[in-house]
Structures are given as structure tokens and as C-alpha cells.
């Protein structure tokens, strides 16, 4: 039945108008919210895709600077070649002589003394490391270890290991770590720091709060912040670990719970790969 006009000129419109214009109504509402959880979904993948694009162009750079190489599908593990001589270095520093047997001694024994809290310190270390800063590697036992962190008063980077502890001394600002080592210590040092990338992000921030989260589980995370050339940005790296040779580095790599860390950080670990801090 056609509709009609009133008497004050209102359009009145059939019964089986009405119903048609109310399934219209509905069918258009229905598709603006299918439309507008497809854009969001193609957004999600869009954001998604690019951070697995700058990740993987990370890795091509890190890839470009390496004398040899290995194929992606023999291993997760990309290796680097190993050094012909040992690069660890060694700190020959005299102590100082004293006219009486003196605090040296005392020194040492009040440090032996105190209570070294790994966890306190782990959970301590700075959270970053910039590409270009200083810094130095000692694997040693307790007191040496506690010894510089307190002496040094420099950032650090602490982390256990088969047979005591690693410790990166970072000197940041331009400052050479080791010039802040004790006149009467003589301690063998590395020049050379291997860890295990397993992603990078342009996001500061994301990757300070995967340091935070991992730390707690007791990962040895920090965020490597480097310059990626190719596309004249920053990237932060979330890397694991401090060893100074590459066997080292592959044996942690194989022993992680990589279920764990990829239903936290994504398919993306099983890629992870060894990288060199400089």
C-alpha cells in the first residue's frame, strides 16, 4: 500500500515500508561494525608487519658487517667469526707502595665481608648499553666483582655465569672504564661482548619494560641502543647475556625456554641470533 501524506503534510508510510526501512537501518549498522573491525584488524597487521620488517632489516645489517656467513635454515644461531689470538687483555697495574702494612689489606677484607646480594645488583644494572660507549668485561669471582661495582661507581651490567659472574663496566660519557680500577687490583679483562638479539624496536620504551619483565624472571636482559644506517634511525635491541667468546653465547642460546619467551615476545625468538656489542 503506498504511503500516504497527513494532514499536517507528515509522510506516513505502510506497515511493510516500516519493516523494510528498519532491516535497512539494520543491515547498514551491521556493516559499519564489520567495516570498523576490519580497519582495525588491518591496522593491527599493518603495525604488526612493520615492526617484523625493521626487525629483520636489523638483521640484515648486523648480517652485512660479517666476514662469513651461514644460512638462515642450518641454524637459529648465526655465528661470527671466532678470533684468530685471544683478544682479552690484561691489566698490569703496581700497587702502591705504603710505609706501614696498610687499609689494602682492610680494604679487601671488609668487601670479602659484606653481604653480596646478586639479585640486588642484577636487578640494579643500567638498562641500556649506546653503540660506541666503552666498556669492559671481567669474569671473576664474588669479591672481585663486588669490589668494582662499588669502587668503580661506573654503570654496570651484571650477570651469572658457569663459574662465577660476568660484569660489563660501561663508561658512559666518554669515560674509559678502566681508569676507575683500583690502583691495587690486577684483574684480566675482555674488550669483546657477545649477546643474543631476540628482537629490536624503534620504541624505547617497549623494550625498557621487556628488560623489566625478563630481569624479574631472571633473564639477563638489557636494551642495546645502535644507529640502523639503511634507514638513518635508532633502533633498541632486547639482548640476553654477557659472554666474550661465541660457544659461550650458542651454548645459553640452546638452553633457553624458547616457549616461554615466545608467547611473551612472539614468533619472532626462534630467529634470534648472536650479535657483537660495540
Not at 640486588?120 to 648499553?129: A, L, M, P, Q, R
Not at 636482559?221 to 661465541?246: M, P, S
Amino acid at each position: 500500500m503506498p504511503s500516504k501524506k497527513g494532514k499536517r503534510g507528515k509522510i506516513e508510510l505502510s506497515e511493510k515500508e516500516a519493516r523494510f526501512i528498519g532491516v535497512l537501518i539494520i543491515v547498514l549498522f551491521v556493516a559499519c561494525v564489520v567495516l570498523a573491525s576490519y580497519i582495525f584488524m588491518l591496522h593491527s597487521n599493518i603495525e604488526r608487519y612493520s615492526s617484523l620488517v625493521q626487525e629483520l632489516e636489523a638483521k640484515v645489517e648486523e648480517l652485512s658487517t660479517q666476514a662469513s656467513l651461514v644460512t638462515f635454515y642450518s641454524s637459529p644461531v648465526i655465528p661470527y667469526p671466532k678470533p684468530e689470538t685471544d683478544i682479552s687483555t690484561k691489566v698490569n697495574i703496581s700497587p702502591i707502595e705504603l710505609n706501614t702494612e696498610t687499609s689494602t689489606e682492610t680494604k679487601i677484607q671488609v668487601v670479602e665481608e659484606a653481604k653480596f646480594d646478586f639479585e640486588k645488583y642484577f636487578k640494579g644494572s643500567t638498562d641500556f648499553i649506546k653503540e660506541g660507549e666503552r666498556f669492559i668485561v671481567i669474569t671473576d669471582s664474588t669479591d672481585t666483582v663486588f669490589r668494582l661495582i662499588v669502587d668503580t661507581n661506573l654503570p654496570y651490567f651484571l650477570t651469572k655465569n658457569s663459574t662465577g659472574f660476568s660484569l660489563a663496566l660501561i663508561g658512559r660519557g666518554g669515560i674509559n672504564p678502566i681508569t676507575k680500577i683500583p690502583d691495587d687490583m690486577n684483574i684480566k679483562f675482555y674488550d669483546n661482548w657477545y649477546a643474543i638479539q631476540l628482537l629490536a624496536h624503534p620504541s624505547s620504551e617497549a623494550v625498557k619494560s621487556y628488560v623489566k619483565y625478563l630481569r624479574s624472571k631472571g633473564y639477563p636482559a638489557i636494551d642495546y641502543v645502535f644507529r640502523f644506517a639503511q634507514k638513518n634511525t635508532t633502533l633498541h635491541a632486547l639482548v640476553l647475556g654477557v659472554f666474550t667468546d661465541l660457544k659461550s653465547a650458542e651454548d645459553f642460546s640452546k638452553k633457553l625456554d624458547e616457549k616461554f619467551l615466545t608467547n611473551y615476545l612472539g614468533e619472532g625468538v626462534k630467529r634470534r641470533f648472536i650479535r657483537r656489542i660495540k
